[in-house]
T-cell receptor, first 115, second 115 residues
Framework: AQTVTQSQPEMSVQEAETVTLSCTYD???????LFWYKQPPSRQMILVIR??????QNATENRFSVNFQKAAKSFSLKISDSQLGDAAMYFC????????????FGTGTSLTVIP | DADVTQTPRNRITKTGKRIMLECSQT?????MYWYRQDPGLGLRLIYY???????NKGEISDGYSVSRQAQAKFSLSLESAIPNQTALYFC??????????????FGPGTRLTVL
């Protein structure tokens, strides 16, 4: 099974500043998809951003962007102009097209936004 | 109205009891999933179904069973609940043909406590 590692259990950022959350994964596949999900205290899982491995261009969604380094198997999330509503648990996920399209999740990073 | 709903939202039960968690979706997706979330472990796949006649075991299926009653309904059962099944349970759906890279859309979660 693929392994997804989030090495930062907790992170904090000042409001309006930028923070980067790290994610690495282990795979022998060449074609796959990567996702970041946000889980606020309401516990709802919300899609933040997604990236196709065959695309070299990094995905961007408003204040959220990724740094996808395929060779290094790294997929970090950058949050710019952090807002109080960004405080949540963030999960990195890998989707494998070769194992029934199963998703593999990291253990999460808890982000605190300091006013 | 929510696209993916789960009932109940919270449940406390006793060891040895049979319990069913239900999931319904109005997204029209064929694929449905059950995950459990434990602190520090992220989300782990229990079972998944790609259509009404298709049921597959995930990473941690022991102690669980599922039923896909219709395209829109996917139930998870614990035949004889035990305390280490205390967790947050999520249902999710996805559509591989929808242009969203088979992105998973989650329900609000069911918090289950087994005493």
């Amino acid at each position: 099974a693929q392994t997804v590692t989030q090495s930062q259990p907790e992170m904090s950022v000042q409001e309006a500043e930028t923070v980067t959350l790290s994610c690495t994964y282990d795979t022998s596949e060449s074609d796959y998809y990567l996702f970041w999900y946000k889980q606020p205290p309401s516990r709802q899982m919300i899609l933040v951003i997604r990236q196709e491995a065959y695309k070299q261009q990094n995905a961007t969604e408003n204040r959220f962007s990724v740094n996808f380094q395929k060779a290094a198997k790294s997929f970090s999330l950058k949050i710019s102009d952090s807002q109080l509503g960004d405080a949540a648990m963030y999960f990195c996920a890998y989707r494998s097209p070769n194992t029934g399209n199963q998703f593999y999740f990291g253990t999460g990073t808890s982000l605190t936004v300091i006013p | 109205d929510a696209d993916v709903t789960q009932t109940p939202r919270n449940r406390i039960t006793k060891t040895g009891k049979r319990i069913m968690l239900e999931c319904s979706q109005t997204k029209g997706h064929d694929r449905m999933y059950w995950y459990r979330q434990d602190p520090g472990l992220g989300l782990r796949l229990i079972y998944y179904s790609f259509d009404v006649k298709d049921i597959n075991k995930g990473e941690i299926s022991d102690g669980y069973s599922v039923s896909r009653q219709a395209q829109a309904k996917f139930s998870l059962s614990l035949e004889s609940a035990i305390p280490n099944q205390t967790a947050l349970y999520f249902c999710a759906t996805s559509d591989p043909e929808g242009g969203g890279q088979d992105t998973q859309y989650f329900g609000p979660g069911t918090r289950l406590t087994v005493l």
